[in-house]
């Protein structure tokens, strides 16, 4: 299996524009998850997503914030308008809950927003 | 709102030595995991306990859950350069084993000759 795979790799805009990220869960994960790591806030988990449905987006930041799971093998988070503090590490994990919930990461997309 | 603590949250060791990371959290969860990320890449899982009491070992690491004092303890034997990484706790948000995990904000271990 290829594992978790998150495009782009790495993603640099101008602030005010439209940022979508994007995340193939492994085949057969029921659950998927989106986290953002920074140096002052750690690891924030943004939303999870469970048999495609969110189930919790507490973590979202602002209304600027949004997800999607169209399907079983596709996410994305978008971000519009992106600001320049949105800069982080956006990584992206899916689990198959029935296996005691550990997660398998992404390479995560680095995003700076200048 | 779920707390999860590591300590220390930076370690510089000498090859060889031994030393413990602590991981406390605040709700009832009976299941913690850990996990390693090298600088500029991603996380890999290490343990997965399941239940308190819980002990798992692999090579010079060794990790333990005590789930009534809500703490993990990840122990490191005779260190050696390679485990030079960031490692951290988490716990299920839920209590559960939904995956929903909230991280500690890790503890950078620096391995010195």
């Known amino acids: 299996d290829a594992g978790v795979i998150q495009s782009p790799r790495h993603e640099v805009t101008e602030m005010g524009q439209e940022v979508t990220l994007r995340c193939k869960p492994i085949s057969g994960h029921n659950s998927l998850f989106w986290y953002r790591q920074t140096m002052m806030r750690g690891l924030e988990l943004l939303i999870y997503?469970?048999?495609?449905?969110?189930?919790?987006d507490s973590g979202m930041p602002e209304d600027r914030f949004s997800a999607k799971m169209p399907n079983a093998s596709f996410s994305t988070l978008k971000i519009q308008p992106s600001e320049p503090r949105d800069s982080a590490v956006y990584f992206c994990?899916?689990?198959?809950?029935?296996?005691?919930?550990?997660?398998?990461f992404g390479s995560g997309t680095q995003l700076s927003v200048l | 709102e779920l707390k999860v603590e590591q300590n220390p949250l930076f370690l510089s060791m000498q090859e060889g030595k031994n030393y413990t990371i602590y991981c406390n959290y605040s709700t009832t969860s009976d299941r913690l995991y850990w996990y390693r990320q090298d600088p500029g890449k991603s996380l890999e899982s290490l343990f997965v306990?399941?239940?308190?009491?819980a002990v798992k070992q692999e090579g010079r690491l060794m990790a333990s859950l005590d789930t009534k004092a809500r703490l993990s303890t990840l122990h490191i034997t005779a260190a050696v350069h390679d485990l030079s990484a960031t490692y951290f706790c988490a716990v299920d948000k839920d209590g559960g084993s939904q995956g929903n995990l909230i991280f500690g904000k890790g503890t950078k271990l620096s391995v010195k000759p």
């Open positions: 997503f469970n048999n495609n449905v969110p189930i919790d």
């Open positions: 306990l399941l239940s308190n009491g």
């Open positions: 994990a899916s689990s198959w809950t029935g296996r005691g919930g550990k997660l398998f």
